[in-house]
Each structure stands twice: as C-alpha cells, then as structure tokens.
C-alpha cells in the first residue's frame, strides 16, 4: 500500500514547499467543534492532520494542550468517541489524518482492534511518543497489515543505533524532536533539531518532519530550510481556545504562508 502520508510530502515538495502538520485534541471544546476546528485546518492550509485523543496522564503535553484535553476529558470524552470523530472528518477533506496517541490507551483498547477502527474511519496511521519499535512489535505487525503509517520519535539526544532502529521502523516520516522538554511556543528554536535531522538523513531516514516549540510563520519556515515540515500543535489550540474556529483559521492560514521552500540555484 502507498502511504497517503508520504503522497502528501511529495505533492507538497513538488509544489516547492514544505508540509504544515496541525495538531488538534479530539473533543476541545466538545466534539462537535472539534470536528470543524479540524476540517477548517484542512481548508486553510495544513496538508497533514495530527488528531490528539485526551488522555488522563500526558507526559509530553505542555500546559495549553493539557488544559484542553483535560477540558474535553471533564466534557465527556472517550475513546469510543474517536474513531466517529474521525470519520465525520475524513468524509468531508482529503488529507491525512494521523492520531497522535499515548500507548496504553491503545494497548487497553486492542492493537489489532484500534488499528482496524482507525482504518475503517479514514485515518491514515499512529504517531506514539512514548514507545519504542522494539516494544511495538504488535503495533509493528497490525500497521504492515492494514498499511496504517507509525510514526516513531527521534530526540536530540538519540543514539546512532536508536536513530538507525527509528528509521527501519517509521513510515510516513520520522517525528523529529526539536527540543528536550514538552509541548509548547518557543522564541527560538534548538539549532540541535537541524542537526538531527542531518543524522536521520545519514541514517536512511526519507522524510524528517520536526515538531515542539514552532508557532511562527518564521519558525515554520526556518524548519522547512532543513526539514520535510513542520508539527504545530500549541499554538493552533490557543487559537481554537481563544478565537474558535474562525480564529483558527486565521493562524493556519498565516502559518502556511511559511511553506514554501528556499530556491536553489
């Protein structure tokens, strides 16, 4: 099966830019908005959709985007809610939509189940910051049958031989960490993310797209100089929080003017 992640790296390569990845949380402010914020980043800009489920423990989660998943979570998310979701999304855009999903909840839910439901709704594949390949053996296999992408995380602190693992085990492309720590807006970002994108680049890695800490039209395309695309999360959440989905609108559409790629003699 071809990627539909990779499909869109490339379309948007051959249209001289980068990609712009959006991430959302499933059910902030309630599902029903959460279902429009995530089409507005489809019309507005964003080529490849991150979906976030609300999850009790979120380890890499910066400030903003815990306060609305534990917003959606007190509104009455739950996981059965997510696959609906995405299929209300998936029947009226035609991007990717990846889920960026903790382990357990997909663990408790049933790896084969959830890679089905996730198929059968529309989804494209998982993003899962807190396990690695060798400990996803059963994702690994669930994935290959359905042609679901993973995404698997690199760090600037990542050895040779995890880089070497991440890369044989990612479709789609490699999340790549621009900074130690969580989620959320950064000044400035680590001159470390250039440097392992280098590294996945040595080690075989096709497509590298960098998240944590952009929320710029000049970060995005900062990243885009040196990378495939870039991850937004923490500032379009503000944005939904603050101005709803018109709002939201407004900040895509202002991010995705960074896309295009510098021109080489």
């Not at 029903?32 to 979120?58: M, Q």
């Not at 923490?234 to 944005?239: C, F, G, K, S, W």
């Given at each position: 099966?071809?990627?539909?992640?990779?499909?869109?790296?490339?379309?948007?390569?051959?249209?001289?830019?980068?990609?712009?990845?959006?991430?959302?949380?499933?059910?902030?402010?309630?599902?029903?908005?959460?279902?429009?914020?995530?089409?507005?980043?489809?019309?507005?800009?964003?080529?490849?959709?991150?979906?976030?489920?609300?999850?009790?423990?979120?380890?890499?989660?910066?400030?903003?985007?815990?306060?609305?998943?534990?917003?959606?979570?007190?509104?009455?998310?739950?996981?059965?809610?997510?696959?609906?979701?995405?299929?209300?999304?998936?029947?009226?855009?035609?991007?990717?939509?990846?889920?960026?999903?903790?382990?357990?909840?997909?663990?408790?839910?049933?790896?084969?189940?959830?890679?089905?439901?996730?198929?059968?709704?529309?989804?494209?594949?998982?993003?899962?910051?807190?396990?690695?390949?060798?400990?996803?053996?059963?994702?690994?296999?669930?994935?290959?049958?359905?042609?679901?992408?993973?995404?698997f995380l690199a760090a600037p602190t990542s050895t040779d031989e995890r880089l070497s693992l991440v890369v044989a085990n990612s479709t789609g492309f490699v999340y790549t960490v621009s900074t130690m720590g969580i989620t959320g807006e950064r000044t400035e970002l680590d001159a470390a993310a250039r440097t392992l994108v280098a590294r996945l680049r040595e080690h075989g890695a096709?497509?590298?797209?960098?998240?944590?800490?952009?929320?710029?039209?000049?970060?995005?395309?900062?990243?885009?100089?040196?990378?495939?695309?870039?991850?937004?999360?923490?500032?379009?959440?503000?944005?939904?929080?603050?101005?709803?989905?018109?709002?939201?609108?407004?900040?895509?559409?202002?991010?995705?003017?960074?896309?295009?790629?510098?021109?080489?003699?």
């Amino acid at each position: 099966m071809t990627s539909r992640v990779e499909e869109a790296i490339s379309r948007a390569h051959a249209e001289g830019r980068g990609v712009l990845i959006g991430y959302l949380p499933v059910g902030f402010p309630d599902i029903e908005t959460s279902i429009e914020a995530a089409v507005a980043l489809a019309e507005n800009g964003v080529d490849i959709i991150e979906l976030g489920p609300p999850y009790s423990d979120p380890v890499m989660d910066g400030v903003v985007i815990q306060e609305a998943t534990q917003a959606a979570l007190a509104a009455g998310f739950r996981l059965k809610d997510l696959f609906p979701a995405i299929r209300a999304i998936t029947e009226r855009i035609d991007i990717p939509v990846l889920v960026m999903s903790y382990w357990n909840p997909i663990w408790q839910y049933g790896v084969d189940r959830y890679a089905d439901d996730l198929l059968a709704a529309g989804g494209a594949g998982i993003i899962t910051p807190d396990i690695t390949p060798e400990a996803a053996g059963e994702w690994i296999a669930a994935s290959t049958r359905t042609g679901l992408d993973r995404i698997f995380l690199a760090a600037p602190t990542s050895t040779d031989e995890r880089l070497s693992l991440v890369v044989a085990n990612s479709t789609g492309f490699v999340y790549t960490v621009s900074t130690m720590g969580i989620t959320g807006e950064r000044t400035e970002l680590d001159a470390a993310a250039r440097t392992l994108v280098a590294r996945l680049r040595e080690h075989g890695a096709k497509h590298a797209c960098v998240g944590i800490g952009i929320s710029t039209p000049d970060q995005v395309t900062g990243v885009i100089e040196y990378a495939d695309g870039a991850i937004v999360g923490t500032a379009l959440v503000r944005a939904l929080r603050d101005g709803g989905v018109e709002g939201l609108r407004e900040v895509v559409r202002a991010l995705s003017a960074g896309t295009p790629r510098p021109q080489t003699a």
